[in-house]
């Protein structure tokens, strides 16, 4: 690491502490050289492999501007959107892998946004999944519907009636 200050090609390190849930480590270093101390952040690189082979880094933007086009119209925040990108990039982090295939990242993408908005879900599966009739439609709207009695069905925690003593 060079000094910022110096130049100087070496620097010895300080303190480490993670930062941002654990995915990077914030340093503080000083130059042996000229004495002056200067703070690094590291992360782990995270590439996406596209379709066409190419790869790029990770990019949470992307995965906004995605999610904001499916959202819009909704009620979604833009603190709830910020949210799902965060739920996403944790999810891709956690499988531990440091290139991962873009089909995985939109699939990373679908269970958080059905459990943010249906209606934001169906529009993002319809385009992420190549919905091509209304049959495709039909069919996620029964899986979600499905989805959605099973866990109304769940026993919920039950209550003393009456006051409390």
Same mark, same amino acid.
């Given at each position: 690491?060079?000094? +910022? ?7 010895? %390190? ?12 914030? &340093?503080? &270093? ?44 909704? +009620? ?11 739920? %996403? ?15 995985? %990242? ?16 169906? &529009? ?30 769940? +026993?919920?925690?039950?209550? +003393? ?5």
């Amino acid at each position: 690491m060079h000094c +910022p200050f110096c130049r100087h090609t070496d620097s010895r %390190v300080m303190d480490s502490r993670t930062t941002d849930d654990g995915s990077s480590i914030r &340093r503080r &270093r000083q130059c042996p050289e000229c004495g002056r101390r200067f703070t690094t952040v590291e992360t782990a690189s995270l590439s996406v492999v596209k379709r066409s082979g190419a790869t790029e880094p990770f990019s949470r933007a992307k995965v906004l501007v995605g999610v904001r086009k499916a959202c819009q119209g909704r +009620p979604v925040t833009e603190d709830d959107l910020a949210l799902l990108a965060q739920k %996403v990039e944790e999810t891709i982090r956690s499988a531990g892998s440091a290139e991962i295939d873009a089909h995985e %990242v939109g699939l990373a993408v679908l269970e958080p946004l059905r459990e943010l908005d249906e209606v934001a879900y169906l &529009r993002f599966a319809s385009v992420y999944q190549a919905f091509d009739s209304l049959d495709d439609f039909e069919s996620a709207i029964t899986l979600l519907r499905a989805e959605r009695d099973a866990t109304a069905e769940e +026993p919920q925690a039950t209550r +003393p009636v009456g006051p409390q003593q």
